[in-house]
């Protein structure tokens, strides 16, 4: 299965047949969805200052949580029990989904932008707009420490624009606006690796955004999205 979104719709597709299997109206302008285990649920984060468990087989709001501003990102930990949302209310709140409850809050200084919860649902980053990207673990929601972005490119406007984490949480790979994509040690938060991905044309004022990136069965191999329409394989 895979979901697509635009602001008011989404799709929720048979990734063997490339149909398109439902089709629901969003209940508000979407900023950012994720697709929950078997298909069954979709976390999505809207303008209207919550994110909304949506029920992506059979339509409906199934859970609500509440934020003071727009929810511009979301994650879902593997098994769909942990929500993770990052809204310009400079919060990052971990939700059980099941309850509802709010297990954890992080402050940051600026609007979050991204959030990201590791598969198994110990570890989560959470990047605000030119303040800092945190590390931190999800059962005592205190930061185990901040990956580097340098405050010369926190001051351009520079920031984590995807990040992923490996299975076991011991990696962290990040991608940013300048075509940079970078591999992390989460417990140091030293830098492993780096990668410049290329323009379209070397020349020209194009861009090359990253806008997803992803670890492989190869453990020297990654994958990185850019915004001008390339998918590379990055080699450690």
Do not use: C, M
């Amino acid at each position: 299965w895979a979901l697509t979104a635009n602001p008011f719709n989404q799709v929720l597709w048979d990734t063997a047949t490339g149909r398109g299997e439902r089709f629901w109206t969003a209940p508000g302008e979407i900023l950012d969805a994720e697709l929950g285990p078997n298909a069954n649920i979709a976390l999505l984060g809207l303008s209207d200052h919550t994110a909304v468990i949506f029920n992506i087989k059979r339509g409906g709001v199934l859970r609500t949580f509440e934020h003071g501003n727009r929810v511009r990102s979301v994650d879902l930990s593997r098994d769909g029990k942990l929500a993770l949302t990052g809204s310009e209310d400079y919060n990052a709140t971990l939700w059980d989904v099941a309850s509802g409850e709010k297990l954890t809050t992080l402050h940051h200084d600026d609007d979050v932008q991204l959030v990201k919860l590791s598969p198994d649902g110990s570890r989560a980053l959470s990047v605000s707009k030119y303040d800092k990207a945190l590390l931190w673990d999800t059962q005592t929601g205190t930061s185990i420490g901040e990956i580097p972005l340098g405050s010369e490119h926190i001051k351009r406007g520079l920031h984590f624009t995807a990040a992923r984490f490996n299975d076991d949480a011991s990696l962290l790979i990040t991608g940013r606006p300048d075509q940079i994509v970078e591999l992390w040690n989460t417990t140091t938060q030293a830098r492993i690796a780096q990668w410049k991905l290329p323009k379209r044309s070397a020349w020209k004022p194009t861009s090359a955004a990253v806008v997803d990136v992803s670890f492989t069965a190869d453990t020297q191999t990654y994958i990185a999205i850019a915004s001008n329409g390339f998918v590379h394989t990055l080699k450690r």
